[in-house]
């Protein structure tokens, strides 16, 4: 599938913008990208398996929470960092 990184994460992806990813689960896909991209995990899920607070992530069009989430044939994973301030 393709994932879609944020520029804040890019870093971990050698600049690259969209990569590729294998998995049925959000938590299997991310889990690829780590052995891809070693220490890209940590900086989306916390040691609770949970989305960081300052984390999105879009699975089809749709926000995904839940690291168990299963990712439909074909969709593609959207990661964005939320903006906070005031």
Known sequence: MK???PSQLRGYT???KEVEAAG???AEALA???RQFPGF???VIDEQD???QHILIFVGGER???VRDKIPEGA???IAGALSGG
């Open 41 to 43: 995990r940590f900086r």
């Open 3 to 5: 994932v879609v990184i």
């Open 32 to 34: 690829d990208l780590d």
């Open 64 to 66: 995904c929470e839940d």
């Open 14 to 16: 050698g600049g690259a």
């Open 50 to 52: 949970r989305v960081r």
């Open 24 to 26: 049925a689960t959000l």
């Open 76 to 78: 593609e994973v959207f």
